[in-house]
Structure formats: structure tokens, C-alpha cells
């Protein structure tokens, strides 16, 4: 969809420095502390509620924070409104004006700040060609599916030639396979742009599939800050054990252990010895089967290739790789050695 045409942006650092957000006792944010490189795609990660799109929002401007420091570029920007800061924002709602065509739509704010009407044609024409809607321009959003006005939205992000973007949860409102292909194309425009990307989302598919960088809250604060190799390999809490992986890993408590076992369902395999399990349900899914066992009054799933037909109430053993196991203290949450 997308051609190499660059628009010779480059990307800017984000840098929060313990930044809190409350309403009375309330804290939506709880002296949060991160970096992105410059040029870096970051997915801010956590359920309905952890404070990511507080967090986005404080980047913007569009929310300040009740302490703590923003820094964009090397910048202090803490107490600069939205249009000083150099962000573009992509919501989730698309925010596309109904009355307004295509190209207005994608004009909109470069009008607002009184870009020249030649300016504007420039960073229009390169917009268009990267993302393939000039045969979109004369028409209006309801005029669009979900996944043109997703482009939409995005080429007046890019026509803003913004060092950073923040998207809030911009694909949510898309069908699983047109996520999918957006994800591809929204990560294939942040490498080309060479912009600093804040991602959030609440789908942990999305954060491993795109991000160089995860921010993986929790309560309003960070609960790891990794790659999505290593908060996959080396989840740092029980809680970003069992947010991460599809299937999430299995948790559980074994005798002998004084410590909570954590293990990957495609950790696990069929073996002569190992841990005892009774078969519960058997759920092929094509590539592979899950299978959910009875382990002491815990479930416990595996991931095992090919198809796996085994009844109800089967005895069996799951044997595994020590190398693939995690403990956990059953206290805290955090990962024991």
C-alpha cells in the first residue's frame, strides 16, 4: 500500500520523569519514569485502567501532570500547550470531521496554523502517495470503511511532520484481519518516517507484533519496561507473566516448591515423567492443540503441536525444559532467582 517516498522527518526522544496524575486520592498515575529513543516505537501495554492513555494524554498536553517532568527532544515541555510541543495524535475514534472531505480533513490543521496553501499541497501529495488514498480525497468519512478512514486519520498525522506520534488505541475499531494488515502498515510507516511512535494499547498481540519498546502498566505504574522478547523470555513479575503469551503462562504451585512455578504452555510437552496431570479438555485450533489439564485442583494448559486427541480424564505427564521455568515469590510478585 505504502511507497518508499520519505518526507525526511526524524524522530525525537520522550522522557517522563516521575510524573504523577490524581483526582483528590485518586492516582491514575504514580511517579511513572520512562525514555524513548529518538526514532523508537514504543507500546505503552496494560488492562482498561492501568493509566496508559493518562499517560499518553500528559505527552500531548492535553492532560498535565500533577508532578514530574516531560521532556520531548531534550526539551522541558511540562508546561507547554499541545501545539508547542511537536506531537501529532492519532485517536481512537479517528476525531475525522463528517462535513469535511478527505483532503480538508488531512488539510485541517495545517490550515489552523496558517501553513502556506503551497506548504500544504507539498505535505499533502507526499501523505497521499504513501498511503495510496488519492482516490479517496473528494470523498467524506461516512463515505469510508473503517479501514480508510484509519488511513485518513493517519495522513493528517503525517502531514503535521511531527518527530513524535501518539496513537490511542487507533485500531480497536477494526475487524481482527484489517487490524492485522494496519499493524503492518502503520509499523512499515513509523521505519520509513523515522518518527518516535507512543502506542497504546490493551491487546498484548499488537505490543509484540510492533514495538521495540514495552511499557507494561499496572495500577498506574510500571510494572516492566523491555523489549517484547525479554518481557516475553524474562517477564520480571507474576503479573507480566501471566499479561504476556497466548495462552498466558501457567502459574501454580507444585510440592516440594516454596516458590510460585510459572511455565509457557508451549513450554510443555507429552512425556513419560514429569508433572501429573488429567486430561480436561482437548481445543484444536489447526497449527496446534490446547490442552487443558487438571494439575492438584489447577488448571494448567499446553500448547503442543499438530493435532492431540486425547479423552476426558486421561492420565498423563507434562515434561519440560528447566531452562523454560520461572519462579515467582508468592509475596510479592517478583520474580525469585
Known sequence: MMSETQLGM????????????????????????????????????????????????????????????????????????????????????????????????????????SVPVAEQARRLEKAVEILGISALLARRPGQLSGGQQQRVALGRAIVAEAPVCLMDEPLSNLDAQLRAEMRREILALQRRLGITMLYVTHDQTEAMAMADQVILLRGGRIEQDAPPADLYASPATRFAASFIGTPPMNLMRLP??????????????????????????????????????????????????????????????????????????????????
Open 10 to 113: 526524524t524522530g525525537a526522544s520522550v522522557r517522563l520523569e516521575d510524573v504523577s496524575r490524581r483526582w483528590g486520592s485518586t492516582a491514575a498515575l504514580d511517579r511513572v519514569s520512562f525514555t524513548v529513543k529518538a526514532g523508537q516505537f514504543c507500546v505503552l501495554l496494560g488492562p482498561s485502567g492501568c493509566g496508559k492513555t493518562t499517560c499518553l494524554r500528559i505527552v500531548a498536553g492535553l492532560d498535565q501532570a500533577t508532578s514530574g517532568r516531560v521532556e520531548i527532544g531534550g526539551r522541558d515541555v511540562t508546561s507547554l500547550p499541545p501545539a508547542a510541543r511537536g506531537v501529532a495524535m492519532v485517536f481512537q475514534s479517528y476525531a475525522l470531521f463528517p462535513h469535511l472531505s478527505v483532503e480538508e480533513n488531512i488539510r485541517f490543521g495545517l490550515k489552523a496554523r
Open 256 to 337: 516440594g516448591e516454596s516458590a510460585e512455578i510459572g511455565l509457557r504452555p508451549e513450554a510443555l510437552h507429552l512425556a513419560e515423567s514429569g508433572i501429573a496431570a488429567r486430561v480436561i479438555h482437548a481445543e484444536y485450533l489447526g497449527a496446534d492443540t490446547v490442552l487443558s489439564c487438571d494439575v492438584d485442583g489447577q488448571t494448567v494448559l499446553a500448547r503442543l503441536p499438530g493435532r492431540v486427541q486425547l479423552a476426558q480424564g486421561t492420565a498423563i505427564h507434562l515434561g519440560f525444559n528447566p531452562g523454560d521455568l520461572h519462579r515467582f515469590d508468592p509475596s510479592t510478585g517478583l520474580k525469585s532467582t
